[in-house]
C-alpha cells in the first residue's frame, strides 16, 4: 500500500514537471531584454551607415524611416532574392506592395534594431 502511495505521488510530480512550460523567463531576463529594447530604440543610424550593409550576409533595410537588419530572414523570404533589390536601402516602397500579406507586417517589428537618422 505505501508503495502504491509513493508510485502514485511520484507520477504526479513527474506529470507536473513534464506539463510546466520550460520558457518562462525569469524577472531578471525580461528586464534585461526590456533594457536591450530600449538601448537598441535608442540608437540611429544614418542612410550612409545603413547603405554598407547591402549583401545577402549582411542585409539592413529602410521601412519608413525605421532600420531593420534582416540578415536571418534572406534565406526564408518567400520572393527569394527579391528583398536583396533594396538591401542597404529603403525598401518602403516595396513592402508595401501588393506581394505582402499582412503577416509580414506582425513580423517585421522582430528585425527592428533602430531609427534612421535625420
Not at 509580414?104 to 537618422?117: P, S, T
Amino acid at each position: 500500500m505505501v508503495i502504491a502511495v509513493v508510485a502514485l505521488i511520484f507520477g504526479v510530480l513527474l506529470g507536473v514537471f513534464i506539463l510546466i512550460p520550460r520558457n518562462r523567463k525569469s524577472a531578471q531576463t525580461e528586464k534585461a531584454y526590456s533594457n536591450e529594447n530600449r538601448i537598441k530604440a535608442s540608437k540611429t543610424f544614418s542612410k550612409a551607415e545603413v547603405s554598407l550593409h547591402n549583401k545577402r550576409t549582411d542585409c539592413w533595410i529602410i521601412i519608413k524611416d525605421k532600420v531593420y537588419d534582416v540578415t536571418s530572414y534572406v534565406e526564408e523570404h518567400p520572393g527569394g532574392d527579391a528583398i536583396l533589390a533594396h538591401a542597404g536601402d529603403d525598401s518602403t516602397e516595396g513592402f508595401f506592395g501588393p506581394q505582402h500579406a499582412t503577416r509580414v507586417f506582425d513580423m517585421i517589428g522582430d528585425f527592428y534594431i533602430a531609427d534612421l537618422k535625420q
